[in-house]
């Protein structure tokens, strides 16, 4: 089992492009989320979905789209980067109420 | 909507020392609450869980958090820290009335153990 999977480790990206993170998990878990961590801040749910085909916002979803056309991927999309989108992104899936993280994707928007 | 608050940003102390980091939440409803860890570089790791039951839950590693419903609080402790224990530690909680698995994540404390 792989677990959760997120590619790039690493991207920088210039304002205004756009790319998609992505997140992959084993584990047939019908909940996926991405998060965004900052200093200070802790994490904080930018979308979640609960099964494939479904997505909803979370807190902090403005310039990121999502879609889930299958149970194991989950993709982030930044439409037009910005510097304030620089950060660390994870992806999460859970099964009932215990989370699994990727390692993780460090984002920096020049 | 709910928050969680972790008092201490940074914490430093040596080997050996007692640690406790402190979690309070924001939710008057029943709550699943959790503690990350997360190592320099590396992803978040479940440390402890607690859903009901015992109020004081044991997890990974030496850790132990006890759940204080009156004090809406949930409280990490390890008696004898490591340096292998720097690292920081997130505090989340989950709404159970709500659908899906939404966490809401404190803001943090990184600690730091000195040989």
């Known amino acids: 089992n792989a677990g959760v999977t997120q590619t790039p480790k690493f991207q920088v990206l210039k304002t205004g492009q756009s790319m998609t993170l992505q997140c992959a998990q084993d584990?047939?878990?019908?909940?996926m989320s991405w998060y965004r961590q900052d200093p200070g801040m802790g994490l904080r749910l930018i979308h979640y979905?609960?099964?494939?085909?479904?997505?909803d916002q979370g807190e902090v979803p403005n310039g990121y789209n999502v879609s889930r056309s299958t149970t194991e991927d989950f993709p982030l999309r930044l439409l037009s980067a910005a510097p304030s989108q620089t950060s660390v992104y994870f992806c999460?899936?859970?099964?009932?109420?215990?989370?699994?993280f990727g390692q993780g994707t460090r984002l920096t928007v020049v | 909507a709910q928050s969680v608050s972790q008092h201490n940003h940074h914490v430093i102390l040596s080997e050996a020392a007692s640690l406790e980091l402190g979690c309070n939440y924001s939710?008057?409803?029943?709550?699943?609450l959790f503690w990350y860890v997360q190592y320099p570089g590396q992803h978040l790791q479940l440390l402890l869980k607690?859903?009901?039951?015992?109020?004081l839950v044991k997890g990974i590693k030496g850790f132990e958090a006890e759940f204080i419903k009156s004090k809406f609080s949930f409280n990490l402790r390890k008696p004898s820290v490591q340096w292998s224990d720097t690292a920081e530690y997130f505090c989340?909680?989950?709404?159970?009335?709500?659908?899906?698995?939404?966490?809401?994540f404190g803001g943090g404390t990184r600690v730091l153990v000195k040989p």
């Open positions: 999460a899936s859970s099964y009932g109420v215990e989370a699994f």
């Open positions: 584990m047939n878990h019908e909940y």
């Open positions: 979905s609960v099964g494939a085909g479904i997505t």
């Open positions: 939710y008057g409803g029943t709550v699943n």
């Open positions: 607690y859903f009901s039951g015992d109020p």
């Open positions: 989340a909680v989950n709404n159970r009335e709500a659908a899906g698995n939404k966490l809401t």
